[in-house]
């Protein structure tokens, strides 16, 4: 059988595991600072983008924390958000009256953490930080703010491109690049299927 090196669809690396780990560890060390032993959060990954984020995270975090995951459907198989995010799958864990760190791959319009935010709130967290590797600030579209104490913890900020790798997916590929890059244009004009 063929071997795909799907390396080969990338035109330029943005940031390497290298960078990509070295910043992972100064959130880390951030986030174990800013809480205590006592309030220790609750991390909430946003699947399916975050979860290579949220692994690497959590496991450089120093503190008692609990881990659960949340669903939330917007893009369908595009580039460009539908606008709409709904909840497919909610939290396991019951948050009131906890510390919620909410971990995004990235924030473009701002859609879907506003919405998560809100959920979160209804459900009584007391407070709600954000954790993004990546932030387009250039798109956003609708504002969030954290509730409570919360913080937005924020990795690196990405220029207008749409990149994928390290957990960020072009119609469900790419997810397992170990860095982030941009795809090459001729990428988005195949079917799923033929990429
Ligand atoms: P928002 O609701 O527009 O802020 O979009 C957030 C979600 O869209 C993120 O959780 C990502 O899964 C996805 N997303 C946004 N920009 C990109 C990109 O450049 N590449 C891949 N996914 C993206
Ligand atoms: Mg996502």
């Not at 659960?68 to 709904?86: A, H």
């Amino acid at each position: 059988m063929a071997i795909i090196n799907i390396g080969d669809h990338i035109e330029k690396v943005l940031w390497t595991e290298k960078q990509i780990s070295d910043r992972v560890s100064n959130l880390a060390s951030e986030i174990t600072r800013d809480f205590s032993a006592a309030a220790a959060p609750v991390f909430v990954g946003v699947a399916t983008g975050a979860l290579i984020f949220l692994a690497d995270l959590v496991r450089k975090i120093h503190l008692p924390i609990t881990v659960d995951v949340i669903r939330v459907d917007s893009y369908g198989s595009g580039t460009v958000s539908s606008g709409k995010p709904s909840i497919s799958c909610d939290l396991k864990s019951d948050v009131q009256g906890k510390h919620v760190v909410l971990v995004e791959d990235i924030v473009d319009t701002g859609n879907t953490l506003s919405c998560l935010i809100e959920h979160l709130k209804a459900k009584g967290a007391s407070s709600v930080s954000v954790c993004a590797l990546l932030d387009k600030p250039s798109r956003r579209k609708v504002s969030f703010e954290v509730v409570g104490d919360g913080k937005f913890y924020r990795g690196f900020q990405c220029p207008d491109y749409f990149i994928v790798g390290y957990g960020l997916d072009f119609a469900e590929k790419y997810r397992n690049l170990p860095y982030v890059g941009v795809l090459k244009p001729e990428m988005y004009n195949k079917y799923p299927s033929e990429i």
